[in-house]
């Protein structure tokens, strides 16, 4: 209980004016937590990564990385830290394995190396080999998803004690992504403390035990994601036999019709494009077994589930509630309602 | 100093000064065989007739000795201008591009201070400048040796380039304060180097002249004096040490704006 943060953010604040920045964030990351970070492009992800590298100075409180302020004791932060920046821009005159050997030889002319070079080297072939990276192609000639890699491999290559991942899986093919989360968890098992911005929920929900909101520069709320995964509602398109099929599906549920009634749990959003009136689309919250039950009562031609957008999210959690004050206490509305029903 | 770093940046940095190295030893070689004390009255003529236009490039006075000829045709123009556009290609490649593009960033995560990053960059710059005075300074004696062995060019030339090495330091101390102090690449880079080029061009137009001669308290070149330098005056000394001071205390401030400063990388 007293043991110390491994990560925290203490007011934080940096303002660039017209709203844009972040403001008073609080939160505080445990050691060997995986802690995604999600909100939507421009919502300050990169920034609170920034305050967290020492690279800005918050212009009110503090990020902290293992008790030490980033900004003003970066040196000696970086030494735990590996980072993967959210535009990667590794030098582009540079070979990816060049750029790999320099950054290792960075990292031992430093004040302290956590891991032996040799040990770091080693780390580096495995996860060139994980990764299916070849690194032997000019930085500037190698593709996005490839580039990404290359600072995947940079990052994790000296096993830091924190990992502060902006975007991580961006440009990263299906299989790579499963790697990737593959890694994060090996790496959370060693006992590191993750740190991962996302603008989609899905990463998150693979990797991390707890995540935090960021709306509009305001930390809305920080949660545990076995609560959130129970709470969130899901998207199905239902495509039924035919016309008739599918009105009989929403006369049967008359209590869906948008606006839902409170607590259903159920709503019937039909979107205008649905062919010749075959299709429904449904937002079920809590477990979908009971949904799924009723559904194979009806003659359904295919169900196809869509991601939530994080704006749905972040209205079907905290209703829509003012960002001002966020902070940490837990989720309202939808939330509360569903962990009663279960 | 961080040892990766700087072979990183002296990598980076050496193909720019090997080109201005080249183009400055052409040039040295071909003023210094274009010399010809008998032929000196032709020049002379010559200048005779567009007085302003080889004044305007400082090169209006004396040649009627070896030493004379290059303070005259080196030392006014070439050896000032081509190190100053050496000047702002390293600093562009060491600096501001690695912030424009964010590759500072896995420097900035490196576990070093900033000011031993930026500290190493700065040294990179001067090694390279250095490396370009010995160079043009062997250069100088090794021609005149050959060509004209009977011309003394001795220690007054050592003293004029130690007072033109002090030139270089002033002019990198300020295109690096500019580039660290500034956020946006444009600006990083033509504050400094677009002052020093008006402070050039206001040199110029001070010697085109009497009318404006005045101008040459407004810029800072003027403290370069090369012929009193090569005659070991006493002023001449004081001026470039004055140069070098500024160039240091440039130096010191540009470490100081970027160990500060938010860099959104």
């Not at chain 1, 005159?93 to 004040?111: E, H, Q, S, V």
């Not at chain 2, 065989?33 to 236009?53: I, Q």
């Amino acid at each position: 209980m007293a043991e110390q943060p491994a990560l925290s953010l203490d007011g934080a604040t940096k303002d660039y004016g017209h709203g844009r920045g972040v403001f008073d964030e609080q939160l505080d990351v445990d050691q060997g937590s995986v802690v995604g970070f999600l909100g939507a492009n421009g919502a300050g992800k990169t920034v609170t990564m920034r305050m967290l590298m020492g690279f800005i100075r918050p212009d009110r409180g503090a990020a902290c990385i293992a008790g030490l302020d980033c900004f003003r004791d970066r040196a000696a932060v970086q030494t735990r830290v590996g980072y993967l920046p959210g535009e990667v821009s590794c030098p582009t005159d540079m070979t990816g394995i060049a750029f790999l050997n320099f950054m290792t030889a960075l990292r031992a002319d430093g004040a302290h190396v956590a891991h032996g070079r040799r040990a770091v080297e080693a780390r580096m072939g495995e996860l060139i080999d994980r990764f299916d990276l070849d690194p032997s192609a000019r930085i500037g000639r190698m593709s996005k998803g490839t580039r990404q890699k290359v600072a995947i491999v940079a990052a994790f290559m000296g096993s830091p004690d924190v990992l502060l991942l902006d975007e991580p899986t961006s440009g990263l093919d299906p299989l790579m992504q499963e790697r990737f989360v593959e890694l994060v968890r090996e790496e959370r098992a060693r006992g590191a403390t993750v740190f991962l911005s996302s603008h989609m929920f899905p990463e998150v929900e693979r990797t991390c035990d707890r995540v935090a909101f960021l709306k509009a520069g305001h930390i809305v709320g920080v949660e545990d994601m076995a609560a959130v995964r129970a709470a969130r509602a899901r998207t199905f398109l239902i495509t039924f036999a035919d016309a008739a099929e599918a009105g009989r599906y929403r006369a049967a549920h008359p209590e869906a019709t948008v606006p839902a009634a409170e607590g259903t749990g159920r709503e019937i959003v039909t979107s205008h494009d649905v062919a010749a009136n075959m299709s429904l689309t449904v937002r079920v919250s809590g477990t979908v077994s009971g949904f799924v039950k009723d559904l194979a009562e009806y003659r359904v031609a295919d169900l196809a589930s869509r991601e939530q957008s994080l704006e749905d999210m972040f209205l079907h959690l905290y209703g829509d509630r003012e960002t001002g004050g966020g902070g940490t206490n837990g989720m309202t509305g939808a939330l509360t309602g569903k962990e009663d029903a279960r | 100093m961080i040892a990766a770093l700087y072979a990183r940046g002296a990598k980076t940095s050496l193909i720019p000064t090997v080109i201005i190295a080249a183009v400055l030893a052409m040039y040295t070689t071909l003023i210094t065989a274009l010399y010809d004390p008998d032929a000196s009255a032709a020049l002379d003529a010559m200048m005779k007739t567009m007085p302003g236009l080889f004044d305007a490039f400082g090169m209006g006075d004396d040649t009627t000795t070896l030493m004379g000829f290059l303070l005259n045709y080196l030392y006014g123009f070439l050896y000032v201008l081509f190190p100053l556009v050496l000047i702002l290609l390293l600093v562009h490649r060491l600096v501001i591009r690695p912030i424009d593009r964010g590759s500072m960033a896995y420097l900035l995560a490196s576990p070093h201070r900033r000011g031993a990053v930026v500290g190493t960059l700065a040294a990179v710059m001067l090694t390279m400048l250095a490396a370009l005075m010995v160079f043009l300074t062997v250069l100088e004696f090794g021609t005149a040796a050959v060509l004209f062995p009977d011309e003394q060019l001795g220690i007054g030339l050592l003293r004029v380039n130690a007072g033109l090495s002090a030139l270089w330091l002033c002019m990198a101390g300020l295109s690096l304060l500019s580039a660290c102090a500034f956020r946006d690449a444009a600006p990083a880079l033509w504050a400094g180097g677009g002052f020093v080029i008006v402070e050039f061009v206001a040199q110029m137009v001070a010697q085109a002249g009497d009318r404006f001669k005045d101008i040459r308290y407004a810029t800072f070149l003027t403290l370069f004096d090369r012929y009193g330098l090569a005659d070991g005056d006493g002023t001449a000394i004081w001026q470039a040490v004055a140069l070098a001071v500024v160039g240091v205390a440039s130096l010191a401030a540009a470490m100081t704006a970027f160990v500060r400063r938010d860099l959104e990388v």
